[in-house]
């Protein structure tokens, strides 16, 4: 337990996937975190519709429209990456405590120019764009972040808190009562991502 007048440690957790998030922020301790809010994040401007796809639309137009597209593209979800989490940190802050980091969770470690196939190398590709994009609008904000594969989120909460991975999912399952269904996979493992910077 937090001691009295003392605000309480708060991670934030995100699932991230191809121009969107899952997020869910969590309150420490480590010993018994608890979710306060889950939402979905948008990281692509729809008034740049190459920005959802970066890497398919430089595959997709011709060479001439994709060098100039593609950069403002890719500005475009920096931009909306750090907006996002400057809206989010906001909402936290406004009295429920100070954030400790954030965890972002990615599919995938694959390096995409080792695919040959050019579609699943821009699928790649934009797997590490988004994860990178809210990465970089962290240290903008000078909030500490990892960045850790989805496969390995239960394994490494299991490492640093001292139990089981299958206790681990479990007990993330259970967090979700809170906040109601739909608790879904993508909110588990990024409950299960902020429960691991609460462990830190």
């Keep these: 337990m937090a001691s009295?007048?003392?605000s309480p440690r708060i991670a934030i957790g995100f699932r991230v996937k191809t121009g969107r998030a899952t997020a869910?922020?969590?309150?420490?301790?480590?010993?018994?975190?608890?979710?306060l809010?889950?939402?979905s994040v948008q990281l692509f401007d729809p008034t740049i519709p190459e920005s959802h796809q970066p890497f398919h639309a430089?595959?997709?137009?011709?060479?001439?429209d994709s060098a100039r597209v593609v950069p403002i593209a890719l500005r475009a979800v920096e931009r909306v990456a750090l907006e996002a989490l400057r809206e989010l940190?906001?909402?936290?802050?406004?009295?429920?405590?100070?954030?400790?980091?954030?965890?972002?969770?990615a599919g995938s470690a694959t390096d995409p120019e080792s695919i040959r196939n050019p579609h699943m190398r821009a699928h790649a590709r934009e797997g590490q764009l988004f994860p990178q994009a809210l990465a970089m609008a962290a240290k903008t904000m000078h909030i500490p972040a990892m960045t850790i594969v989805e496969?390995?989120?239960?394994?490494?909460?299991?490492?640093?808190?001292?139990?089981?991975?299958d206790a681990i999912k479990v007990?993330?399952?259970?967090?979700?009562?809170?906040?109601?269904?739909?608790?879904?996979?993508e909110e588990k493992a990024a409950a299960a991502a902020a429960w691991i910077v609460l462990a830190d």
Aim: charged share 20%.
């Design 4 to 6: 009295k007048g003392k």
């Design 171 to 185: 007990a993330v399952t259970e967090l979700g009562r809170d906040v109601g269904k739909p608790w879904s996979a």
């Design 89 to 105: 940190v906001a909402e936290v802050q406004s009295g429920l405590g100070s954030i400790v980091g954030i965890a972002l969770v």
């Design 151 to 165: 496969s390995e989120v239960f394994t490494i909460a299991a490492a640093r808190l001292g139990k089981s991975s």
């Design 37 to 39: 809010s889950r939402k």
């Design 58 to 64: 430089e595959i997709e137009l011709p060479p001439a």
């Design 24 to 35: 869910v922020v969590m309150a420490g301790p480590a010993s018994a975190p608890r979710v």
